[in-house]
Structures are given as structure tokens and as C-alpha cells.
């Protein structure tokens, strides 16, 4: 297929290579030509096409489990999956709040809309079992129960190791 010379970019003095091509732009502070003295064209372009391939691999929805999100893995941008996952979120949050799981009148630790906000509730939570933690402290919080409940199931990982 023979070039179309009406083009701006043939009108130049010949065609060059982009490797010959110098690079006078600006380039960003993460780029790792940032300390090359000499940037050519080419190279800018190799990294974009490498920023670009990083970007779509990991943007990648393809694998996402949408069990229970309202969401087209063909169709909708990553923004409406994350939207998707906030919306749950603040879902789960209400009904917590709702039921007396979390205490909706805590001050929030999170930033407005995170979705996290309030402190989690013991009362209703059976913690019979586990009344007090390794030093033999009662358990008063969520995160000694947490911490005693990983205790727990480290030990029988390590029983079961042996």
C-alpha cells in the first residue's frame, strides 16, 4: 500500500525512523527515560504501549466474581464496578447499623461515603466461649476477639500440621 504524501506528517524532509527521531517533550516523573539525555520517539513510545498493557492488565474484569454485584463484565467501565462494590458496601453498612451490629451514632474514622464508619458492636455478638484472651483479660472489643480468634485457629492449623 503505497503512503499518501498529502499528509502532514510526509510533507517533512524525507521519512525518518523513530528510532532517529529525538524526543523534545516532557516526559513524566515516573518514566524511566526521565534520566536518559538522548530520548528518542521510539522509546516513548515503547513505555507508553507498557504503561498502556500494565493498565488494561489490571483493569482487567474478566475474572471479577459478580455473585452478588449488579454488573456487565463486557459493558460497564471499571468506575460502575467500583461504584457497584461502594453501593454494597454502604448497603451492608445501613443493614449493620440497622440491627444494632455497629453503632451508628460513633464517630466515623472513615472519610464521608467510604463506607466505614461507626464501631462494631459486642452485644450482639456470642462470645461465650471466648470470654477472655490469652493474659486472661476480658475480651471488650472487636479487635481482642479478632486477635483471640486468630489465636485459636493458628493453634489448630499447627495441630493439624503435625
Known sequence: MACNTDKKKYRCD???SATCT???GKLPEDSKLKEESCVTTAETTDEL??????LRKDLDKSKIEKECFEFDKDKDTFVVFLNSVVKKICDLEKKLKDSG???SDSSSSGSKGSGVSGSISLNKIDTSCLTEDSCGNKITDVNTLLQEMLRF???LK?????
Open 101 to 103: 451490629v455497629i453503632d
Open 14 to 16: 524525507g521519512r525518518h
Open 22 to 24: 529525538f524526543y523534545e
Open 153 to 155: 485457629m493458628c493453634k
Open 158 to 162: 499447627n495441630c493439624s500440621d503435625e
Open 49 to 54: 504501549y507498557r504503561w498502556v498493557g500494565e
